[in-house]
Nanobody, 117 residues
Framework: QVQLVESGGGLVQAGGSLRLSCAAS????????MTWFRQAPGKEREFVAR????????YYADSVKGRFTISRDNAKNTMYLQMNDLKPEDTAVYYC??????????WGQGTQVTVSS
């Protein structure tokens, strides 16, 4: 069993920055990839960014390219999302997801990001 815990959300003005963390625990944690998703009120959950754990390849949604950076710390079993130049449309609950062979997807509980204009 794997547990994912997000942190780092909050309220920020447009143009500001936040850094989200997703800490993983569990003896069976061995991800192929970890992903950030977000869900705004009344909208479907959408892909934000993904990191393939080894060797660390990254992928981004077009809406966040150049503003967000995903990274991971293998030693800490933690994934990060550095969000710069935040916009009101980035307001959402951000979830982390982990995919690994032979297991169901794991999800965190989410962390709220609110960007004021």
């Amino acid at each position: 069993q794997v547990q994912l815990v997000e942190s780092g959300g909050g309220l920020v003005q447009a143009g500001g920055s936040l850094r989200l963390s997703c800490a993983a625990s569990g003896r069976t944690f061995s991800p192929y990839a970890m992903t950030w998703f977000r869900q705004a009120p009344g909208k479907e959950r959408e892909f934000v960014a993904r990191v393939v754990w080894i060797p660390g390849r990254t992928y981004y949604a077009d809406s966040v390219k150049g503003r967000f950076t995903i990274s991971r710390d293998n030693a800490k079993n933690t994934m990060y999302l550095q969000m710069n130049d935040l916009k009101p449309e980035d307001t959402a609950v951000y979830y982390c997801n982990s995919v690994q062979s032979g297991s169901p997807d794991y999800w965190g509980q989410g962390t709220q990001v609110t960007v004021s204009s």
